[in-house]
């Protein structure tokens, strides 16, 4: 069983940052890829980035690239979402994802995933 603790949301103007962080509990499990998802009331959830453990397995969703960065440190179990120049589109309720399975170093379908956050909060005021 993994657990998973997200801290770092909250409110922030147009152009200002957040970092999100995300800590996997587990046993004895190995967690591999390590995400990110968004979700606004209404809408669909939204893959926004991935970090698998190998360094360079990793996925940032179109919308966030370059504003974004995902990392990861493996001795922690802990991944970082950097966000960087938010705008309002950026405020939904932002989900670490974490799955055991080595099938896809950095998976982008949420369904990939076995384990969820409670998720946080961010919210970007004009």
């Known amino acids: 069983q993994v657990q998973l603790v997200e801290t770092g949301g909250g409110l922030v103007q147009a152009g200002g940052s957040l970092r999100l962080t995300c800590t996997a509990s587990?046993?004895?499990?190995?967690?591999?890829?390590m995400g990110w998802f968004r979700q606004v009331p209404g809408k669909e959830r939204e893959f926004v980035a991935t970090?698998?453990?190998?360094?360079?397995?990793?996925n940032i969703a179109k919308s966030v690239k370059g504003r974004f960065t995902i990392s990861r440190d493996n001795a922690q179990n802990t991944v970082y979402l950097q966000m960087n120049d938010l705008n309002p589109d950026d405020t939904a309720t932002y989900y670490c994802?974490?799955?055991?399975?080595?099938?896809?170093?950095?998976?982008?379908?949420?369904?990939?995933?076995?384990?969820w956050g409670q998720g946080t909060q961010v919210t970007v005021s004009s």
């Open positions: 587990t046993r004895s499990e190995v967690v591999h890829a």
């Open positions: 970090r698998g453990r190998i360094v360079g397995s990793t």
């Open positions: 994802a974490a799955t055991t399975s080595q099938a896809i170093l950095a998976p982008t379908v949420g369904s990939l995933y076995e384990y």
